[in-house]
């Protein structure tokens, strides 16, 4: 199977910056695309940001011109770059990857165990 841990959540003042990062880790063949999505209390899940394994990204309007996502395909990595951060941004944060499992080659979306990010004003 395939698993992802997030790391980087916290609490941090309207204005400031936090860097989640995301690893895939287990039998993994390859991940294509992997992404950031958040929950905020009473909200539905929503995409933050998205990346291809050839680096193409996707940005939920929301979080345009702040937030920068990035990966590392050696490393199997993630990361979320949060600048400007705002009250509304608080949520949990998982990270999703869509994997191809080794030995099976068998497609599997794998989801993280989320991490709070806490924007206080």
């Known amino acids: 199977q395939v698993q992802l841990v997030e790391s980087g959540g916290g609490l941090v003042q309207a204005g400031g910056s936090l860097r989640l990062s995301c690893a895939a880790s287990g039998s993994i063949f390859s991940i294509n695309g992997m992404g950031w999505y958040r929950q905020a209390p009473g909200k539905q899940r929503e995409l933050v940001a998205a990346?291809?394994?050839?680096?193409?990204?996707n940005y939920a309007d929301s979080v345009k011109g702040r937030f920068t996502i990035s990966r590392d395909n050696a490393k199997n990595t993630v990361y979320l770059q949060m600048n400007s951060l705002k009250p509304e941004d608080t949520a949990v944060y998982y990270c999703?990857?869509?994997?191809?499992?080794?030995?099976?080659?068998?497609?599997?979306?794998?989801w993280g165990q989320g991490t709070l990010v806490t924007v206080s004003s």
């Open positions: 999703n990857a869509a994997a191809i499992v080794g030995a099976t080659y068998r497609y599997l979306e794998v």
């Open positions: 990346i291809t394994s050839g680096g193409s990204t």
